[in-house]
């Protein structure tokens, strides 16, 4: 499994690409009219996992890669890839 960051349109994904090649978003980063606002997915709802008014998309990612997602939905820690 690879864990990278993927630049969308209007900001970036956290995805995890698995071994059989399937790309799965656990997180994200997007520039809105309003800032940068930041958000890890989890298994149920957890609003403390989602932030706006953020300063920089590099604080955005920390914000996401801190709640480490793709260990709630592989169940195992994936170091961080440059793509």
Request: net charge negative; proline share 2%.
């Amino acid at each position: 499994m690879k864990l990278f960051w993927k630049e969308k349109v209007k900001g970036l994904d956290l995805v995890v690409l698995d071994d059989n090649g399937d790309e799965f978003v656990v997180g994200g980063v997007r520039l809105t009219k309003r800032g940068i606002e930041a958000m890890a997915k989890a298994q149920g709802y957890d609003p403390g996992r989602a932030v706006k008014g953020l300063t920089s998309i590099e604080e955005g990612k920390e914000f996401v890669e801190q709640f480490k997602p793709w260990i709630d939905f592989f169940g195992s820690d994936i170091e961080l890839t440059e793509n």
